[in-house]
């Protein structure tokens, strides 16, 4: 038997890899904006929500649902609102003209059986400007279940990670023109909650104040897959 050439066994293995991913998960978008009935112009308090239904995944949908909820809490024990339409009422029974609230869910990224969210809120309810927030959901379609950071990683290497986010974040402040001691005095480098593992790269992405001031938005810090080696599971590298 002749063996195949390299070219054509290349492309059967490649085929193969291909073959082995799951089909990404369907997503029905569920948008709406609402305001208190009878009110109209342009200061009508309203509440904007943008997120997603997975009708293969109902624990994916509920566990979406809370955390846009948590995300609405104006205090850390603040008892969260049973559900979305439930917070809706009641932000618009209680708000003052002018008050906004906006929540969305949409897909960051889709790879190697990893699904990747990200999660976005804006509350105003007067002063300069409203609040705006962050979160990652990293859902193993697998394992069923959002990952954590000791999920993500080797045991025993958070602390590795942490390292390389600090290079991410001096290659941030270059990036950007703030790598002076002035600057760093002012927004050290800090840990975040939000990691997303995306196909390109892992990210970091971070509040408001956090590493910058409110006009810089979210900072987002970027760590390459080929410095993780060692740090991030092996099944987390993407393969594709």
Not at 51 to 65: H, K
Not at 84 to 101: D, V
Not at 123 to 134: E, I, N, Q, V, Y
Request: hydrophobic letters at 40%; proline letters at 10%; charged letters at 20%.
């Amino acid at each position: 038997m002749r063996p195949l050439p390299a070219l054509l066994l290349c492309s059967l293995l490649l085929s193969g890899c291909q073959l082995l991913q799951p089909a990404p998960l369907k997503a029905q978008r569920l948008a709406w904006e609402h305001v208190p009935a009878g009110c109209q112009g342009e200061d009508c308090p309203l509440v904007n929500i943008d997120t997603l239904r997975f009708p293969e995944q109902p624990q994916l949908d509920a566990l979406i649902e809370r955390q846009l909820l948590e995300m609405t809490a104006d205090a850390p024990d603040a008892p969260l609102p049973p559900s979305l339409a439930s917070y809706e009422r009641n932000f618009l029974a209680e708000a003052r003209p002018g008050w906004a609230s906006y929540l969305q869910a949409k897909i960051r990224d889709q790879h190697d059986g990893l699904l990747v969210l990200e999660l976005s809120s804006y509350l105003f309810t007067g002063g300069a400007h409203g609040m705006p927030g962050r979160r990652f959901i990293n859902y193993d379609r697998e394992l069923e279940k959002p990952l954590s950071l000791g999920d993500m990683l080797l045991p025993g290497q958070e602390e590795a990670f942490w390292k390389l986010a600090e290079q991410a974040h001096r290659r941030w402040l270059k990036a950007t023109g703030n790598d002076n001691p002035e600057y760093l005095a002012t927004w050290p480098f800090t840990r975040t909650p939000n990691i997303a593992l995306t196909r390109q790269a892992v990210l970091l992405k971070y509040d408001v104040y956090t590493l910058a001031p409110y006009s810089s938005g979210h900072p987002e810090l970027s760590i390459p897959y080929a410095q993780l080696q060692g740090v991030l599971r092996p099944e987390y590298f993407p393969r594709s």
